[in-house]
């Protein structure tokens, strides 16, 4: 039973590498003493520079930590109208090879003037919905897509609403949707 150095190495060089037989090759470990270890290694890993490292980046970590983080959300790519949105498609190369791309609809943030109310309507629309509101109207394109133009972001030009905001100096508030209804026979009562 002739016994092999583990991984082929050569007895002369390493002293402290265990030997083993080749039948018992693939469970045994080899063993260094500490002081080779940091002896022979010329990286900083070995010198404890790693742990004073991650050491740092802890504390960096934790020096931005603190501060809260602000997350911004997006809204959805999509005609408020028509509720068109990105389309599933390829860039084929040259070579024919097919990478997944999203085809992004030409969305445009717009003021549309409401005719019959007088005022701006903000919206967010796709260049062919735009056509479609010029060629049919902003009514009836609301009206085809089941949208409540009242619902949506406005500016007021009527000349009722310019003498309201000289005389009261400050805009209505809005009403809250999501505030609880009272009965007329509780607020009464109290």
């Known amino acids: 039973n002739t016994s092999r150095p583990l991984h082929g190495h050569p007895t002369s060089t390493d002293p402290v590498r265990a030997f083993v037989s080749p039948s018992a090759m693939a469970s045994t470990i080899t063993l260094k003493t500490p002081n080779q270890v940091l002896g022979a ?5 070995a010198a404890g520079e790693l742990a ?21 959300t997006e809204m959805s790519r999509r005609c408020q109208f028509t509720d068109k949105k990105a389309n599933n498609g390829y860039a084929v190369t040259f070579s ?19 005719e019959s109310e007088n005022r701006w309507v903000k919206v967010k629309v796709a260049a062919s919905t735009i056509k479609t509101i010029q060629k049919i109207g902003l009514e009836a394109m609301a009206k085809r897509c089941d ?44």
Do not use: C, G
């Open 96 to 114: 024919h090879k097919r990478n997944k791309k999203l085809q992004q609809v030409n969305l445009q943030e717009k003021r549309i003037f409401w």
């Open 52 to 72: 004073s490292s991650f050491r740092q980046m802890a504390i960096a970590r934790a020096a931005t930590s603190s501060a809260p983080v602000r997350l911004t």
């Open 147 to 190: 949208i409540d133009l009242y619902s949506l972001p406005y500016s007021d030009i009527s000349p009722a609403r310019t003498e309201w905001l000289k005389e009261n100096n400050t805009p209505p508030k809005k009403k809250n949707k999501r505030a609880m209804k009272q009965d007329k026979a509780t607020t009464e009562s109290a």
């Open 41 to 45: 290694s010329r990286t900083s890993f």
